[in-house]
């Protein structure tokens, strides 16, 4: 299957920084990608849909100021959170797919610690 | 949007088949069935999907009865390394309003 690289896979960060995730496609063009979030023993939970080139569609409830998300090129995409709490601490996971295979496939995820 | 249910867990013995089920009566005409796991602390794996008929691949059986209101996985041969979180998810929409929600799966647990 296609391959999807998340970098870093875990990072530790002060309240009140940024942190910026990157979400890369290696060997196919995403022309859409997604971003998930995840709690300790919960499901994923979807934060937003972002097509290559435009601006990415929130769901319900994620502040779309606090998760900056950038979907510049058909391989990468970053999220940025921005005046990171201790409550944004989750697992961060990045999907991609393309506009031919209507499967999406996932990056390894990142672990965001905030203190 | 269709909703789906599974069991909270299940066990396996090592070698024999799992047969994780699924339902989703409220599933429309063109939405797909789509089945991903997800081993500890990774991102998940995509493992099959389908529409109307039955599919296989290396890594499982999907069978959809023919009403379409309910699935199986089917791992034949189970093994330890697929202990894991099995989601059964319907996609929503297609093109730009793709989407996966996922719900709480069934832990797969296999035992030796």
């Known amino acids: 299957g296609a391959v999807v690289s998340q970098h870093p896979s875990w990072v530790i960060c002060k309240s009140g920084t940024s942190v910026k995730i990157e979400c890369r496609s290696l060997d196919f063009q995403a022309t859409t990608m997604f971003w998930y979030r995840q709690f300790p023993k919960q499901s994923l939970m979807l934060m937003a849909t972002?097509?290559?080139?435009?601006?990415?569609?929130?769901e319900q409830g994620v502040e779309k100021d606090k998760f900056l998300i950038n979907h510049a090129s058909l391989t990468l995409s970053t999220l940025t959170v921005t005046s990171a709490h201790p409550e944004d601490s989750s697992f961060y996971i990045c999907?991609?797919?393309?506009?031919?295979?209507?499967?999406?496939?996932f990056g390894q995820g990142t672990r965001l610690t905030v203190v | 949007d269709a909703k789906t249910t599974q069991p909270p867990s299940m066990d396996c013995a090592e070698g024999r088949a799992a047969n994780l089920p699924c339902n989703h009566s409220t599933i429309s005409g063109n939405e797909y069935v789509y089945w991903y796991r997800q081993i500890h602390s990774q991102g998940p794996q995509y493992i099959i999907h389908g529409l109307k008929n039955n599919e296989t691949n290396e890594m499982a059986s999907l069978i959809i009865t023919e009403d379409r209101k309910s699935s199986t996985l089917i791992l034949p041969h189970a093994t330890l390394r697929d202990t894991a979180v099995y989601y059964c998810?319907?996609?929503?929409?297609?093109?730009?309003?793709?989407?996966?929600?996922f719900g709480k799966g069934t832990l797969l647990t296999v035992n030796p």
């Open positions: 998810i319907v996609r929503v929409g297609g093109g730009s309003n793709y989407k996966l929600t």
């Open positions: 972002s097509n290559e080139g435009s601006k990415a569609t929130y």
């Open positions: 999907s991609a797919r393309d506009a031919v295979n209507t499967e999406a496939f």
